[in-house]
């Protein structure tokens, strides 16, 4: 039974995945995101790990997929094509397809080396046993992942300055950066070289 | 807690770093529309005092590494060797921000925060066994990149790239992370120590136990994570992003791309085979995969470095040129890598120093001509050698350097990097990578010939005294270092990394 | 006195960095430093020639030696001996010669005579350097300064040609980067090994208890006593189906012979010789190309000498192909400069060939060769830029009579003609015969039909030096040239003293012979593989 319900789920987050590529409105993208969190979070359930199911829940479904929704319908984005046009910018679907190929490739290859049987795999069992009662991972979360913790703050940091600095809006009377015709280069001639 | 504070000491640099992009944040916040020179000067000061930090570190280490903040910072030479590159790089990459003519000069405060972040997260890869730290530590400096990449937000080909970098460095990281997590389900433990030898009672099963039960998951997970580190420093068939990124971003950000991160993922790369496959206590069946995979990194090695010079030789723009030119050296420093040897290994970071000296320099270069016309393009130089000879001079100095001739460092790291692969028994990625600096003569030259072989077209013989102050001192270096000047800290330093990492050199005629 | 090699070496490099704070309107003081810089040295050369070298001693002399890399362990390690001393005071003249006549240049002169001196730095360290890696540092060296002489004061496709030499160049030394570094790893382990065969085999020698592994005359002693056979490398001394000693040889020879230029390598000579301004150009057939034939004698057989012995024969072959191929298609030449350059290839050929009989005689042969076509090609350049700087051509076809109006122009060239083929009392004879009779006498099967074929050279090469000189010089005056300006007297005090070498070694040959005949005794044992 709980096997039957891990394929499901695992079926259902890839294909809700997909979902979110395939997609064609943001809006979908956005709902078929969604629903690869609740099919997560169900694997989530399924392997014991409550805490981290409604986290999952609450944190990603409920408050950053609403925050999404907003952004889309206070921007009124559209077509994906449409955002393309507008922003003069195109990503080459096929140089991607090649990445991701040549990772599968090289995966393959792996196996390769590996040379030879299958057999099935007998996955260890994880240190912090306790990790789903509250305390538990509290505690490890400021012990013993203190540093990683901090580490994760100050990405969100970054990420944040690095969205604003790029989001910001431009003032007047700075440069532009179209890669030419910089005013500074008409500046009076210079003696020739001492050479 | 107490605990925690004692451990406090050796990750001093790192705490510095954090205290001077919060710093430059806030002072920047502050002094908002004023001229951001000064947050430059603060950036240099506060990286003046992390280097010292580290010297005093390297000073009190020994051989063997110490770990803190509960093992999942490992502080020994081979992390500060390369935290010092990448405070050097740094430096480097501030000074040239500072003096690039094509960048605004008020409120570009989050430029030095960025680039402060970065550093932090090439900190943190550096100098951890753990796969968790270390993926943070990547993500740090990949958001931060992608973030730098764009900077320039007037510029439809800024933009580019930095969208170009964040899908391909997003599904890097997705790829690397579906390696580890793989990883972590084989071994139960992030701890790449524990992964190559676990003892009795720590809970974990070692990868070698694995792997004697069932090789394909293992091979699988650790191709995986070496995929996304190929990623990170641009391995064929992963350097996709490579040329547009270099292209588009701001050169002072390829200069860091190009130098600091690639530096920070060879580490990365370096430290997860070493401790995989190399560490003493590792099981020989294991050992023997090591090889294998040696193997597969030496055929990367070989098609990038080919790849990388072909491509390179069909560019028009310096720009792009040095982009793939860069990939062409992330091969050559892979070699080291496949010599599956602590030799090898030594000789890769050597390599690694080498490359900071000139491609620095050459970047730096770059931005003295984008400065000074405006423009990337090899044909643009014309001239340039008789009209601006001391920068000039100083561009031909690197690009012997790159090419790998003496008496430049660059050839002293060729050298030792082909020592080491033919001692590992590759001689055929030796004969390669000989004719591979052959080929890439051809195209640095084109650099050369424009500059001084063709007549000299009118252009704005503008100066910039400071970059050609910079590029002047890392020429001399390049050449000194190439004479054997400083082979004290420099090989010095190159070899004892491998050593704190405890790797034995295997006995290479088993091979 | 005491390091008088480094002060060879290292006093045009004093000149040079002299001259770079020289501000580059002051001409007069630039050319000035570059005589003083070029003229020291060959002060120094001529002395140690005459009165510091013991020239009854096969032994490396004026040695300084210390370690410069110990990392790498790697020495500087100068000296010189019978077979390299007649080429530094070679270098020093030509170097000194090159800068007088490069008087004419106008453009850049600053860059132009600092490339000069450093190149001058480049070829003395090759002709002294007896540790590896610096010989192979000096090696590189020159090529850079040799890449901007010709491309920033060439002709008009100097561009090109420029480019072409410098590929061909590093193609070459990259192959023997790798023979080197394989060489220095079985050296290293050879002699951690310590072995007694080892020990004994280096017992002769000073490298004994020094962890030189770069150090050539180890190389030569382990090479001799047949130990240096690749066996302590991953490989085994087999590497896809060859041996080890073959695969180096191979590597080094090739690596030298691009320099030559032997046969199948030489097409970067022409269009270098072309484009090259006079001066570079006689630097260029005067020493470069004999870099090429020493490193063979002293950094390429001597190490592997059983590759050697394997393949003289095919060597012999290339020589002797690059005799006639060289001669016939420098009879086709219309372009005075080309037709000398092809005439380079051809008389190189003859160096080769004397090595290959192994043989006194076609070794010292060879040796001297190497000198007299330094003196010989030298000249036939200098003649070239003479009738290039008045006519701004160089096309065989377009003078005619000259002799009428140059008389003392044509007498020079008469000479230079006459020794460049080999007329009997000058000196291109006796290092000819001198080979060819060597490998006549060659014990190898063989070779007497490659000497047969080879005389064939000599009589295509007196073709073709006889026709050119009967166009540009006999026959009806071409009238555009009636006023045209007889040779001055800087261009006859360049040549002179190239010429007199040319007729003092075709009578007193002795004068180099008895300097290098140690050296190529001891040589000839070294390659005598038992």
């Known amino acids: 039974m709980a096997e039957t319900l891990f394929y499901l789920l695992s079926i259902g987050a890839i294909a809700c995945g997909a979902g979110v590529i395939r997609a064609r409105m943001p809006l979908f993208s ?60 195109a990503l080459s679907g096929k140089q991607l397809a090649v990445a991701g190929t040549s990772a599968g490739v090289f995966a393959l290859i792996g196996v390769l080396t590996a040379g030879y049987g299958i057999a099935p795999v007998e996955t260890a069992s994880t240190r912090a046993s306790g990790i789903d009662e509250l305390q538990t991972l509290a505690v490890e979360l400021f012990s013993r992942y203190m540093l990683p913790f901090e580490a994760a703050s100050l990405l969100l940091l970054l990420t944040m300055i690095g969205v604003i600095a790029i989001a910001k809006r431009q003032r007047a009377g700075e440069p532009t950066h179209t890669g030419a015709g910089f005013p500074w280069t008409k500046e009076p001639l210079d003696e020739e070289s001492t050479l | 807690m107490n605990a925690y504070i004692e451990q406090m000491g050796l990750i001093a640099p790192e705490l510095v770093l954090t205290a001077l992009s919060l710093f430059v944040l806030t002072w920047d916040l502050l002094k908002k529309g004023r001229n951001s020179d000064h947050i430059g000067y603060a950036t240099l000061v506060g990286l003046a005092v992390t280097g010292w930090l580290l010297l005093q570190q390297w000073g009190m280490l020994g051989d063997k590494g110490t770990q803190t903040a509960f093992g999942m910072v490992t502080i020994d030479r081979f992390g500060t060797f390369f935290k010092l590159f990448t405070v050097g790089s740094m430096a480097v990459v501030t000074l040239f921000v500072m003096l690039d003519k094509n960048e605004r000069k008020h409120g570009i405060g989050e430029y030095y925060f960025l680039l402060i972040g970065a550093s932090i997260g090439a900190f943190f890869m550096v100098s951890t066994n753990n796969l968790l730290l270390l993926m943070l530590g990547l993500e740090l400096l990949s958001l931060a990149s992608y973030s730098l990449a764009g900077f320039h937000k007037g510029s439809k080909r800024s933009a580019e790239a930095a969208l170009k970098y964040i899908v391909f460095g997003g599904l890097s990281a997705g790829v690397m992370l579906y390696g580890i997590s793989l990883l972590y389900g084989l071994t139960g433990t992030l701890d790449l120590g524990l992964m190559g030898h676990a003892p009795e009672g720590s809970g974990a099963v070692s990868l070698a136990t694995q792997f004697d039960a069932s090789p394909i998951p293992v091979a699988i997970a650790v191709v995986l994570v070496l995929a996304g580190f190929a990623y990170k420093v641009s391995v064929v ?64 090695a070989a098609i990038t470095m080919t790849l990388g010079n072909l491509s390179a030789l069909r560019q028009g723009s310096l720009k792009r040129m040095l982009a793939y030119s860069s990939i062409a050296h992330a091969g050559y420093v892979l070699m080291g890598a496949a010599s599956m040897t602590s030799e090898g290994f030594a000789a890769a970071m050597f390599y690694l120093a080498a490359y900071y000296c000139m491609n620095l320099g050459a970047f730096g270069f770059l931005i003295y001509f984008e400065g000074v016309t405006g423009k990337d393009d090899i044909d643009s130089l014309k001239g340039m050698g008789w009209r601006h000879p001391v920068v000039a001079w100083s561009m031909v100095v690197f690009l012997v350097a790159l090419t790998g001739l003496p008496p430049t460092v660059g050839f002293y790291g060729k050298l030792i990097l082909f020592y080491a692969a033919i001692d590992a028994g590759l001689a055929w990625l030796v004969i390669i990578a000989a004719i591979n600096s052959v080929i890439s003569l051809f195209y640095y030259f084109r650099v050369a010939k424009s500059m001084f072989l063709t007549e000299p077209v009118p252009q704005v013989p503008m100066r910039q005294h400071g970059l050609a102050g910079i590029l002047c001192v890392l020429a001399v270096v390049t050449v000194l270092a190439g004479l054997g000047a400083f082979k004290d800290p420099l090989r010095g330093w190159a070899d004892e990394g491998p050593a704190s990492l405890e790797i034995y050199a295997t006995d290479a005629g088993s091979r | 006195m005491d390091h008088i090699l480094s002060w060879i070496t290292f006093l045009p490099l004093i000149g040079m960095i002299a001259i770079l704070f020289v501000p580059k309107a002051n001409t007069s003081l630039i050319k000035t430093i570059a005589l003083a810089a070029t003229g020291l040295p060959l002060v120094l050369a001529t002395w140690l020639y005459f009165g510091l070298f013991d020239k009854m001693s096969a032994d490396l002399q004026m040695v300084d030696r210390f370690t410069w890399i110990a990392g790498l362990n790697a020495e500087y390690y100068v000296g010189i001996d019978g077979l390299s001393i007649a080429l530094v005071w070679l270098t020093a003249l030509l170097l000194f010669i090159g800068v007088p006549a490069s008087f004419g240049i106008n453009k850049a002169q600053k860059s132009y005579y600092a ?161 090259a301004p006079t001066p570079i150009s006689v630097i260029l057939a005067g020493i470069l190309l004999k870099l090429g034939g020493y490193g063979m004698i002293r950094a390429c057989f001597p190490i592997v000498p059983q590759g050697f012995d394997d393949y003289s024969y095919a060597l012999g072959v290339l020589g002797v192909i690059s005799i006639v191929y060289g001669a016939y298609v420098a009879l086709g030449q219309t372009d005075f400069k080309r037709m000398v350059a092809y005439s380079s290839v051809s008389h190189m050929g003859y160096v080769l060939l004397g ?35 008045r006519a701004h051509h160089r096309d065989l076809n377009g003078f005619g009579g000259l002799a009428q109006v140059m008389p003392r122009y044509w007498a020079l060239t008469t000479l230079g003609f006459f020794a460049a083929l080999g007329l009997p009392g000058l000196a291109g004879f006796v290092s000819e015969a001198m080979t060819l009779v060597g490998a006549y006498q060659s014990p190898r099967p063989g070779f007497k039909l490659l000497v047969i074929i080879s005389v064939l050279g000599i009589v295509i090469t007196a073709a073709f030096l006889l026709w050119a000189m009967q166009r540009v010089f006999l026959g009806n005056l071409n009238p555009k040239y009636k006023d045209i300006k007889d040779i001055n007297a800087r261009e006859v005090l360049c040549q002179a003293p190239l010429l007199f070498l040319c007729i003092f070694l075709g009578i007193l040959p002795h004068y180099l012979l008895d300097w290098m005949r140690p050296s190529v005794a001891l040589l000839i044992q070294n390659l005598t593989v038992n």
């Open chain 2, 237 to 300: 068939p992963f350097h996709f992003w490579t040329p547009d990124v270099y292209e588009g971003a701001p050169t002072p950000v390829t200069t860091f791309l190009a130098v600091g991160s690639k530096a920070a993922g060879f580490a990365a790369l370096l430290r997860f085979v070493g401790a995989l496959f190399l560490t003493d206590g590792v099981d020989a069946s294991i050992v023997a995969y090591g090889d294998r995979i040696g193997f597969l990194l030496a055929i990367l």
């Open chain 3, 355 to 389: 090595m290959a009989a192994l043989t006194e005689w076609g070794m010292s042969g060879a040796a001297l060769q190497m000198f007299n076509h330094g003196t010989s090609a030298a000249v036939l350049f200098l003649v070239v830029g003479v009738i290039y700087d």
């Open chain 3, 115 to 275: 490339l000069l001196l450093l190149l001058e730095v480049g070829i003395f360290g090759v002709f002294v350097a007896q540790d590896y890696f610096l010989f192979y540092v000096f090696w590189e060296v020159m090529l850079l300064p040799m890449y901007f002489l010709i491309g920033i004061w060439g002709g008009p496709r100097r561009e090109y040609a420029a480019i072409k030499f410098f590929l061909y160049t590093l193609a070459g030394s990259v192959l023997m980067l790798v023979a080197l570094v394989a060489l220095r790893l079985d050296m290293g382990a050879l002699i951690d090994s310590g072995t007694a065969e080892v020990v004994s085999a280096l017992s002769g020698t000073e490298d004994l208890g020094r962890n030189a592994y770069f150090s050539i005359p180890a190389m030569t002693a382990l090479g001799g006593a047949g130990l240096l056979t690749g066996s302590t490398l991953p490989f085994g001394g087999d590497f896809l189906g060859m041996q080890f000693t073959t695969w180096v040889f191979w590597f080094l020879f090739i690596g030298f012979a691009i320099k030559v230029p032997v046969f199948p390598f030489h097409t970067w000579l022409p269009d270098a010789h072309v484009q």
């Open chain 1, 30 to 89: 956005v709902l078929c995101l969604l629903g690869a969190f609740f099919c997560l979070s169900g694997i989530y359930l399924l392997a014991g790990f409550q805490f981290l199911a409604v986290t999952q829940l609450l944190v990603y479904a409920g408050a950053i997929m609403v925050l999404f929704l907003f952004v889309i319908m206070l921007l009124n984005l559209g077509d994906e094509n449409e955002i393309a046009r507008q922003s003069g910018i």
